[in-house]
């Protein structure tokens, strides 16, 4: 079956770091941009960017540049988003999302998304 | 920044019904947009993308249309697993790719 596999929700404090998993499988993970997505109780859907599974690059939002870092595990099938200096604002569900097309390109449409991984900030 | 925008904000309209949904972009996007579903609880599910190709397994009941500035997304003859929140997104001019604000598509 192919899906994408999140790890589990997480409470921080503000300040703190979060770092969440996305696990691929039932498609090849090496051939395809995977990009990561949040949404805020009640906002539209924002992109954060996204991670080349195939050599590591990144782009990202110039919102999360500095804040967020997106690596791979080739080996496990696996992409992680680390989003750190935690806010309240960052309180939102985060997903990971793959392109549609195959690399080395990337559309930036989303054909298949993780469920979601809730991250709460509050002291 | 490209600023989408949809209208209306909630559709209230009857299963067997036709549903237009409306997204708008502050500037052209060409061809380079997409339609998602999303219900409570749930992630999106591409429906439509390239402004008008459907995705694959999605019904034929969903159609999409429009360039440039203004776009819509039909839903031909409303099924009850319809009703949920759509988004427009444009993936023209990024990063970063921009989502609408979503309208909710109710039951009369």
């Known amino acids: 079956q192919v899906q994408l596999e999140q790890s589990g929700a997480e409470v921080k404090k503000p300040g703190a770091s979060v770092k969440v998993s996305c696990k691929a499988s039932?498609?090849?993970?090496?051939?395809?941009?995977i990009h990561w997505v949040r949404q805020a109780p009640g906002q539209r859907l924002e992109w954060m960017g996204w991670i080349n599974s195939v050599n590591g690059n990144t782009i990202y939002s110039q919102k999360f540049q500095g804040r967020v870092t997106f690596t791979r595990d080739t080996s496990a099938n696996t992409a992680f988003m680390e989003l750190s200096s935690l806010r309240s604002e960052d309180t939102a569900v985060y997903y990971c999302a793959r392109d549609l097309v195959l690399i080395p390109a990337a559309m930036g449409a989303f054909d298949l998304w993780g469920q979601g991984t809730t991250v709460t900030v509050a002291s | 920044e490209i600023v989408m925008t949809q209208s209306p904000a909630t559709l209230s309209v009857s299963p067997g019904e036709r549903a237009t949904l409306s997204c708008r972009s502050s500037?052209?996007?060409?061809?380079?947009l997409a339609w998602y579903q999303q219900k409570p609880g749930q992630a999106p599910r591409l429906l439509i993308y390239d402004a008008s190709t459907r995705a694959t397994g999605i019904p034929a009941r969903f159609s999409g249309s429009g360039s440039g500035t203004e776009f819509t997304l039909t839903i031909s003859s409303l099924q009850s697993e319809d009703f949920a929140v759509y988004y427009c997104?444009?993936?023209?001019?990024?990063?970063?790719?921009?989502f609408g604000q979503g309208t909710k598509l109710e039951i009369k």
């Open positions: 039932g498609y090849t993970f090496t051939s395809y941009v």
């Open positions: 500037q052209s996007v060409s061809r380079n």
């Open positions: 997104q444009q993936y023209n001019n990024w990063p970063p790719g921009t």
